[in-house]
């Protein structure tokens, strides 16, 4: 709390990005954990609350005659505009913020203050949600080919290295060790993903040490150990999923690729993806064009294209692809890296797995794939999102594009992924949110001197308890498109790589289809389901009825008694499934509804323990002004939003409205 | 039959047709007076492909050594490959298809021949006729009345037989104003919104002239829709620029001076060669084989395609807005009116009136705001994407708007009664089509060309049954509101349905659509049972108690 010079400030202004017209006053409170404002319109009581682990930059602007403006950009892609009236308070503001986003323990992050109300057993539980060894056995590892190793117990050979990695059987000790020595930052390989089918593999590591001309037995052998676990081929991939310059750069300092004289059975090959600097570049790029106001057709296709990230994110993708065609049809066993391996390698393996195995596109098996081949293999979190103050060079938006690319197959493949895009995009929210303990530090070896687990919760719980709101209503786990290896379409599908308005323009409301199929699809499903159970109630009433009425008069009574009775509970409840009521029921289905102004304590509190903004749409505020359209596919009040911004929002519209 | 003289060759054994997605097959292409017809060989799954003739855009040759190459490029975007064994038996074909894709007499176009294989419900030429229109409307007002001044197409020759005019201007007056109107098409009511009484009228330019002309009998006319006190706007779908121009040439735009009621407001809607070659564009983007993502992005971009539907987008909610919210009547014109205007005034219905979100609404549109309100159809669907020969009067108008409607539709999902099929059955039917309903610039050529008695209309075809459940949108659930679209950039998109049709496998969205209508048949199998149980339940307890009190 010693970091914030001004808890509260009022009159407040906060502009609609798209209308200034549009703006709200209120008062402006900062908390140890959130930014929050409250309007003073005392009918919507709107309130928008913004971690401060989610503010990427905060701005102050030339003071003006109506005051000092604030402009508060977030990792979540919520851009916030305030107008403070004095502007010494607005100077208090910005500098206690700029301290606020930038903590330099881990134990000022939001997750060792955050508490759900969970007793220390359900939060043990919580974190064995999603357990790796249980992911290899089902992966059919460890088998005859595969081990687990314990070389890296203490993380004694590699730091940034889970202390369980599997390994081919022949690998020994001695060759793991000796293949880390020759590997930057001695990320030898280790295997991601197993295919069962055919026994071919998809293994990681990281750039070898080769320079011009070095060489290495042991990873020669350790490579020949790869293959040889895979006996249907005789040779295996290596794929550097650098551009061949920036590989080829690399040497000069004593690193490099694979001389493929050097590895017998080795076919090596580039898919050129660039690296976290020109990907950083690229999206603060690509926000531009999302934030320009009232950008023409031209503008956006022109800085769309100029940005290059769907450049960037086709290139992950075709990365992905190459590796789970080899894998999958070939039946060739591949072996991937970057420079560290730990970014692009990360991404191409997991898109991967997500194309081959259908296990990684449910929920639960979502999950698991991040915590395999991010979490556990030491991506670095921390650095690469910015959670503590540190090196703005190291911030790049890496598990982003992965998480992007998923949205992309969702699109080609509607049937074939058991969550909705709602999923990704809260996962995208808690990778910056801090709130859980999941996404900490730059490995397991931090997390684990940290106590993570001790200390905070699992994101993976929580998600899993509300699975409910991230379903897709269209998938069905015995679809072909469910089932089986995904193939995405390699060239020419440039047209399939869509910008998504749904992540970056989250939060301009006004820019998404005003009717979410996903919702529509999803109350009915509810209901169908009532419809179920009421159909089970209402047969066993009439089987009652029946063998009632063969009965005796006596008896009969009674039971008669009892079916009303009955009866009276199940036409309540099918007054519930009657058209007109069903709207009623609808507005308060989908349970991420935003009453972040919660009816317990409406008052504002500004203790950490009321902030039960788990929920990444409780703290915003665009969804509460949208509720009723987004709620309302079904319900007559839908439909009815006032007239975007955009309608008729230039100079002759304000001509006339003059 | 004169056909007979164009097929040099009647049929063609060996033939090998090549598409995207699906493997080659052998076959036999026979040509007959309006159709390529393709049938496969092979005994196990037998496959026929029909072709109108009047769907070919353009065709091309191509040899090696004696095996020819036909490329056939369709009206509806699609491009299949021949190939025919036999340099001169390739030649004749191509000539042929070459000669009975561009007949140039109407009379000899498919839907004059097309004898229909079902039975007819509902005639579609009588099924939607201005006075049922007209019937609705004095239901709720009486300031209009049907003219029948032009029921021999004198006055306005792409006018229909009769309009609505307000019941306070009489016909004579009607004739000046006519001559006072580019191509005499005087304002008449489009819309009336029954909300708050507010209309839109559409009309051409006025022919003020470089001298500043003005014709009292015009000020009246349009003032007569007006409330007392009321202002009203007038859409101009060009630029102030090219407006100004047209006086030069004896047209223009409505002087504050003579109407100081109105507010004029200019919003540009390109036309004519600047929207073919938009299409043009776009659909050699969207046919690009190469693997950049960059120069998609920046041919789809310079194609413009998306930048005229936000124009025109924005122009419609404009409309919509003048009138719903600013409770202000208004009148759209362009030049001729027959085409930027169509597109204003029929999108903005879309999003004020509910009743043209349903499939017999929607129809009723086409009818009312594109069919009988002049829109050139046979000159602007002559040639799509794929011709060579650039005349200047053809465009895809039509297109744009249906474009238009499926962003809408897009944006507001369970708002429609219709799909995303349904809108690009119209798009071909404009282009080609077994009916006549698209033939003809005018309903004043439709009348000489005798279409009613002489061809089926689309519509008979359309409101069967089996035909309907087609083009239903399951999601779909009535909403009386007035929906307001989007127009900022991320929320446009390329129509993938039309654009990327034939060169995206489709197998996975099908998919999902059918999941879709499954999940929703489900629910409402589930509820009819639940009701008939309980009507049954509900009936056996008062029989019970009946029998009780006995």
């Given at each position: 709390m010693e970091h914030i010079r001004m808890p509260k400030v009022e009159n407040v202004r906060l502009l609609d990005r798209l209308s200034s017209r549009k703006a709200v006053l209120g008062t402006l409170y900062l908390t140890a954990t959130h930014v929050i404002f409250a309007e003073n319109d005392s009918e919507t009581r709107k309130e928008t609350w913004v971690l401060h682990s989610q503010i990427s930059s905060i701005e102050k602007q030339a003071t003006t005659a109506t005051g000092c403006p604030l402009l508060i950009r977030c990792k979540n892609f919520q851009v916030i505009q305030l107008v403070i009236p004095q502007e010494r308070d607005c100077h208090d503001i910005y500098i206690s913020l700029i301290r606020l986003a930038r903590p330099v323990k881990y134990e000022e992050l939001y997750c060792f203050s955050f508490n759900p109300k969970l007793d220390k057993e359900e939060r043990e539980q919580g974190w064995k949600l999603v357990d790796l060894n249980e992911e290899y056995n089902r992966m059919g590892i460890p088998n005859s080919y595969w081990q687990i190793s314990?070389?890296?117990?203490?993380?004694?050979?590699?730091?940034?290295?889970?202390m369980e990695v599997y390994v081919p059987k022949s690998a020994t000790a001695h060759i793991i060790v000796g293949s880390s020595k020759f590997r930057s930052r001695r990320r030898f390989p280790a295997l991601s993903y197993y295919y069962k089918d055919n026994n071919a593999s998809i293994c990681r590591s990281s750039q070898p040490l080769s320079g011009f001309s070095a060489r290495c037995l042991e990873d020669e052998q350790m490579l020949q150990a790869i293959r040889k676990a895979n006996p249907g081929s005789d040779f295996i991939y290596v794929v550097d999923t650098r551009p061949k310059l920036n590989a080829m750069a690399n040497r000069a300092a004593g690193k490099g690729y694979e001389n493929e004289d050097n590895y017998s059975n080795i076919k090596f090959q580039f898919i050129g993806i660039e690296n976290i600097h020109v990907m950083r570049n690229s999206l603060q790029k690509m926000l531009e064009v999302c934030e320009l106001k009232s950008p023409s057709m031209s503008d956006f296709l022109w800085g769309l294209e100029n940005s290059g990230w769907l450049k960037h994110i086709k290139a992950i993708m075709d990365a992905g692809i190459f590796v789970a065609k080899a894998v999958a049809e070939e039946g060739v066993s591949v072996l991937v890296h970057c420079s560290d391996g730990w970014d692009r390698t990360a991404q191409v393996c997991s898109v991967a797995s997500l194309l081959l195995d259908p296990y990684y596109r449910t929920v639960k098996g979502f999950m698991v794939l991040i915590e395999k081949d991010w979490v556990s293999f030491g991506h670095k979190f921390n650095h690469r999102y910015g959670n503590l103050d540190g090196d703005p060079k190291e911030i790049s938006p890496v598990i982003d594009q992965f998480i992007e690319c998923v949205w992309q197959l969702m699109e080609q493949f509607p049937c074939a992924f058991e969550f909705n895009e709602r999923f990704l995009i809260h996962i995208q929210h808690h990778i910056y949110s801090c709130q859980f303990g999941n996404f900490l530090c730059n490995s397991q070896k931090e997390r684990r001197e940290l106590n993570v687990q001790e200390r905070t919760y699992s994101l993976w719980a929580h998600l899993w308890k509300t699975r409910a709101d991230y379903l897709n209503p269209l998938y069905r786990s015995d679809r072909s498109q469910t089932q089986g290896t995904l193939h995405p379409r390699m060239a020419p599908c440039n047209f399939l790589y869509k910008f998504w308005s749904g992540m970056y323009n989250r939060f301009e409301k006004g820019l998404h289809p005003r009717q979410s199929v996903t919702d529509y699809l999803m109350a009915v499903k509810e209901e169908t389901q009532q419809l179920e159970e009421e159909l089970e109630v209402l047969g066993k009433r009439l089987a009652n009825l029946q063998k009632s009425q063969l009965n005796d008069n006596r008896v009969k009574s009674k039971q008669q008694d009892q079916s009303e009775q009955l009866g009276l509970s199940a036409s309540n409840n099918s007054l519930a499934n009657t058209p007109q009521e069903y709207s009623n029921d609808l507005k308060s289905f989908p349970s991420r509804s935003p009453s972040q102004g919660d009816e317990e304590d409406s008052a504002l509190i500004l203790t950490q323990e009321n902030l039960k903004s788990s929920d990444p749409d409780l703290s915003t505020n665009s969804d509460q002004e949208s509720g009723v359209e987004d709620l309302s596919c079904r319900s007559l009040s839908g439909g009815g939003c006032l007239p975007s911004e955009d309608s008729g929002k230039d100079s002759d519209e304000a001509v006339f409205l003059a | 039959m004169e056909f007979a003289e164009l097929i040099k060759t009647p049929r063609a054994d060996n033939v090998v047709l090549h598409r995207p997605f699906y493997l080659a097959v052998e076959g036999t292409l026979c040509l007959t007076g309006h159709h390529l017809i393709f049938s496969s060989r092979r005994q196990d799954n037998a496959e026929e492909l029909w072709l109108l003739h009047s769907n070919i855009d353009s065709i091309e040759k191509r040899f090696v050594g004696s095996l020819g190459t036909i490329i056939i490029k369709c009206k509806d975007l699609r491009i299949i490959q021949l190939d025919i064994p036999g340099m001169e038996e390739c030649l004749n074909i191509a000539s042929s298809i070459e000669a009975l894709s561009t007949l140039d007499s109407v009379t000899l176009m498919y839907p004059f021949f097309y004898r229909p294989m079902f039975e007819i419900t509902e005639d579609g030429w009588r099924a939607f006729l201005p006075h049922q229109e007209f019937e609705l409307l004095s239901s709720v007002t009486d300031e209009w009345r049907l003219s029948c001044i032009n029921k021999d197409f004198s006055v306005c020759p792409s006018y229909p037989p009769v309009v609505t005019v307000p019941k306070s201007i009489d016909d004579e007056a009607l004739r000046k104003v006519a001559l006072f109107r580019h191509g005499s098409r005087f304002p008449v009511l489009s819309y009336y919104h029954q909300k708050n009484g507010m209309v839109m009228m559409r009309s051409s330019q006025p022919l003020t002239g470089t001298n500043g002309r003005r014709c009292k009998e015009d000020e009246k006319l349009i003032n007569a829709t007006l409330r007392p006190g009321k202002r009203g706007y007038i859409i101009d779908t060009r630029s102030l620029n090219v407006a100004q121009q047209a006086r030069a040439k004896g047209g223009g735009f409505e002087q504050e001076a003579h109407y100081p009621q109105w507010r004029r407001i200019h919003k540009c809607i390109e036309r004519f060669n600047i929207l073919q070659e938009s299409l043009i564009k776009l659909v050699e983007a969207c046919n690009d084989q190469s693997h950049n993502m960059d120069r998609w992005l920046s041919k789809l971009e310079a194609s413009n395609w998306l930048t005229h539907i936000k124009e025109i987008l924005t122009a419609a909610c404009l409309a919509a807005q003048c009138i719903d919210r600013e409770g202000a009547s208004v009148l759209v014109h362009g030049?001729?009116?027959?085409?930027s205007t169509l597109q204003v005034t029929s999108l903005a219905q879309i999003i004020l009136d509910p009743r043209c979100r349903t499939i017999h609404g929607f129809e009723s549109l086409v009818v009312r705001e594109w069919l009988q309100a002049g829109h050139p159809f046979q000159q602007r669907c002559a040639q799509s994407a794929y011709s060579n020969s650039k005349q200047k009067w053809e465009a895809p108008v039509f297109l744009l708007f249906l474009d238009c409607v499926w962003q809408i539709l897009r944006q507001f999902p369970c708002s429609f009664e219709f799909n995303e099929q349904f809108l690009i059955m119209l798009f071909e039917h404009a282009y080609a089509s077994q009916f006549g309903t698209f033939l003809g610039n005018n309903e004043n050529e439709r009348s000489k060309l005798k279409l009613p008695q002489k061809t089926m209309s689309l519509w008979s075809w359309v409101n069967r049954s089996e035909e309907l459940s087609k083009f239903q949108n399951p999601l779909f659930e009535a909403n009386s509101l007035v929906i307001w679209p989007s127009v900022a950039p991320q929320s446009l998109q390329l129509w993938e349905g039309v654009f990327l049709r034939w060169n995206r496998p489709s197998k996975f969205l099908d998919e999902a659509h059918e999941e879709m209508i499954n999940i929703i048949k489900y629910n409402k199998e589930l509820q009819a049972k639940v009701n008939a149980l309980r009507r049954q339940l509900a009936e056996m307890e008062t029989d019970d108690r009946m029998q009780e009190n006995l």
């Amino acid at each position: 709390m010693e970091h914030i010079r001004m808890p509260k400030v009022e009159n407040v202004r906060l502009l609609d990005r798209l209308s200034s017209r549009k703006a709200v006053l209120g008062t402006l409170y900062l908390t140890a954990t959130h930014v929050i404002f409250a309007e003073n319109d005392s009918e919507t009581r709107k309130e928008t609350w913004v971690l401060h682990s989610q503010i990427s930059s905060i701005e102050k602007q030339a003071t003006t005659a109506t005051g000092c403006p604030l402009l508060i950009r977030c990792k979540n892609f919520q851009v916030i505009q305030l107008v403070i009236p004095q502007e010494r308070d607005c100077h208090d503001i910005y500098i206690s913020l700029i301290r606020l986003a930038r903590p330099v323990k881990y134990e000022e992050l939001y997750c060792f203050s955050f508490n759900p109300k969970l007793d220390k057993e359900e939060r043990e539980q919580g974190w064995k949600l999603v357990d790796l060894n249980e992911e290899y056995n089902r992966m059919g590892i460890p088998n005859s080919y595969w081990q687990i190793s314990d070389v890296n117990r203490d993380y004694g050979v590699c730091d940034s290295y889970p202390m369980e990695v599997y390994v081919p059987k022949s690998a020994t000790a001695h060759i793991i060790v000796g293949s880390s020595k020759f590997r930057s930052r001695r990320r030898f390989p280790a295997l991601s993903y197993y295919y069962k089918d055919n026994n071919a593999s998809i293994c990681r590591s990281s750039q070898p040490l080769s320079g011009f001309s070095a060489r290495c037995l042991e990873d020669e052998q350790m490579l020949q150990a790869i293959r040889k676990a895979n006996p249907g081929s005789d040779f295996i991939y290596v794929v550097d999923t650098r551009p061949k310059l920036n590989a080829m750069a690399n040497r000069a300092a004593g690193k490099g690729y694979e001389n493929e004289d050097n590895y017998s059975n080795i076919k090596f090959q580039f898919i050129g993806i660039e690296n976290i600097h020109v990907m950083r570049n690229s999206l603060q790029k690509m926000l531009e064009v999302c934030e320009l106001k009232s950008p023409s057709m031209s503008d956006f296709l022109w800085g769309l294209e100029n940005s290059g990230w769907l450049k960037h994110i086709k290139a992950i993708m075709d990365a992905g692809i190459f590796v789970a065609k080899a894998v999958a049809e070939e039946g060739v066993s591949v072996l991937v890296h970057c420079s560290d391996g730990w970014d692009r390698t990360a991404q191409v393996c997991s898109v991967a797995s997500l194309l081959l195995d259908p296990y990684y596109r449910t929920v639960k098996g979502f999950m698991v794939l991040i915590e395999k081949d991010w979490v556990s293999f030491g991506h670095k979190f921390n650095h690469r999102y910015g959670n503590l103050d540190g090196d703005p060079k190291e911030i790049s938006p890496v598990i982003d594009q992965f998480i992007e690319c998923v949205w992309q197959l969702m699109e080609q493949f509607p049937c074939a992924f058991e969550f909705n895009e709602r999923f990704l995009i809260h996962i995208q929210h808690h990778i910056y949110s801090c709130q859980f303990g999941n996404f900490l530090c730059n490995s397991q070896k931090e997390r684990r001197e940290l106590n993570v687990q001790e200390r905070t919760y699992s994101l993976w719980a929580h998600l899993w308890k509300t699975r409910a709101d991230y379903l897709n209503p269209l998938y069905r786990s015995d679809r072909s498109q469910t089932q089986g290896t995904l193939h995405p379409r390699m060239a020419p599908c440039n047209f399939l790589y869509k910008f998504w308005s749904g992540m970056y323009n989250r939060f301009e409301k006004g820019l998404h289809p005003r009717q979410s199929v996903t919702d529509y699809l999803m109350a009915v499903k509810e209901e169908t389901q009532q419809l179920e159970e009421e159909l089970e109630v209402l047969g066993k009433r009439l089987a009652n009825l029946q063998k009632s009425q063969l009965n005796d008069n006596r008896v009969k009574s009674k039971q008669q008694d009892q079916s009303e009775q009955l009866g009276l509970s199940a036409s309540n409840n099918s007054l519930a499934n009657t058209p007109q009521e069903y709207s009623n029921d609808l507005k308060s289905f989908p349970s991420r509804s935003p009453s972040q102004g919660d009816e317990e304590d409406s008052a504002l509190i500004l203790t950490q323990e009321n902030l039960k903004s788990s929920d990444p749409d409780l703290s915003t505020n665009s969804d509460q002004e949208s509720g009723v359209e987004d709620l309302s596919c079904r319900s007559l009040s839908g439909g009815g939003c006032l007239p975007s911004e955009d309608s008729g929002k230039d100079s002759d519209e304000a001509v006339f409205l003059a | 039959m004169e056909f007979a003289e164009l097929i040099k060759t009647p049929r063609a054994d060996n033939v090998v047709l090549h598409r995207p997605f699906y493997l080659a097959v052998e076959g036999t292409l026979c040509l007959t007076g309006h159709h390529l017809i393709f049938s496969s060989r092979r005994q196990d799954n037998a496959e026929e492909l029909w072709l109108l003739h009047s769907n070919i855009d353009s065709i091309e040759k191509r040899f090696v050594g004696s095996l020819g190459t036909i490329i056939i490029k369709c009206k509806d975007l699609r491009i299949i490959q021949l190939d025919i064994p036999g340099m001169e038996e390739c030649l004749n074909i191509a000539s042929s298809i070459e000669a009975l894709s561009t007949l140039d007499s109407v009379t000899l176009m498919y839907p004059f021949f097309y004898r229909p294989m079902f039975e007819i419900t509902e005639d579609g030429w009588r099924a939607f006729l201005p006075h049922q229109e007209f019937e609705l409307l004095s239901s709720v007002t009486d300031e209009w009345r049907l003219s029948c001044i032009n029921k021999d197409f004198s006055v306005c020759p792409s006018y229909p037989p009769v309009v609505t005019v307000p019941k306070s201007i009489d016909d004579e007056a009607l004739r000046k104003v006519a001559l006072f109107r580019h191509g005499s098409r005087f304002p008449v009511l489009s819309y009336y919104h029954q909300k708050n009484g507010m209309v839109m009228m559409r009309s051409s330019q006025p022919l003020t002239g470089t001298n500043g002309r003005r014709c009292k009998e015009d000020e009246k006319l349009i003032n007569a829709t007006l409330r007392p006190g009321k202002r009203g706007y007038i859409i101009d779908t060009r630029s102030l620029n090219v407006a100004q121009q047209a006086r030069a040439k004896g047209g223009g735009f409505e002087q504050e001076a003579h109407y100081p009621q109105w507010r004029r407001i200019h919003k540009c809607i390109e036309r004519f060669n600047i929207l073919q070659e938009s299409l043009i564009k776009l659909v050699e983007a969207c046919n690009d084989q190469s693997h950049n993502m960059d120069r998609w992005l920046s041919k789809l971009e310079a194609s413009n395609w998306l930048t005229h539907i936000k124009e025109i987008l924005t122009a419609a909610c404009l409309a919509a807005q003048c009138i719903d919210r600013e409770g202000a009547s208004v009148l759209v014109h362009g030049t001729e009116g027959t085409d930027s205007t169509l597109q204003v005034t029929s999108l903005a219905q879309i999003i004020l009136d509910p009743r043209c979100r349903t499939i017999h609404g929607f129809e009723s549109l086409v009818v009312r705001e594109w069919l009988q309100a002049g829109h050139p159809f046979q000159q602007r669907c002559a040639q799509s994407a794929y011709s060579n020969s650039k005349q200047k009067w053809e465009a895809p108008v039509f297109l744009l708007f249906l474009d238009c409607v499926w962003q809408i539709l897009r944006q507001f999902p369970c708002s429609f009664e219709f799909n995303e099929q349904f809108l690009i059955m119209l798009f071909e039917h404009a282009y080609a089509s077994q009916f006549g309903t698209f033939l003809g610039n005018n309903e004043n050529e439709r009348s000489k060309l005798k279409l009613p008695q002489k061809t089926m209309s689309l519509w008979s075809w359309v409101n069967r049954s089996e035909e309907l459940s087609k083009f239903q949108n399951p999601l779909f659930e009535a909403n009386s509101l007035v929906i307001w679209p989007s127009v900022a950039p991320q929320s446009l998109q390329l129509w993938e349905g039309v654009f990327l049709r034939w060169n995206r496998p489709s197998k996975f969205l099908d998919e999902a659509h059918e999941e879709m209508i499954n999940i929703i048949k489900y629910n409402k199998e589930l509820q009819a049972k639940v009701n008939a149980l309980r009507r049954q339940l509900a009936e056996m307890e008062t029989d019970d108690r009946m029998q009780e009190n006995l």
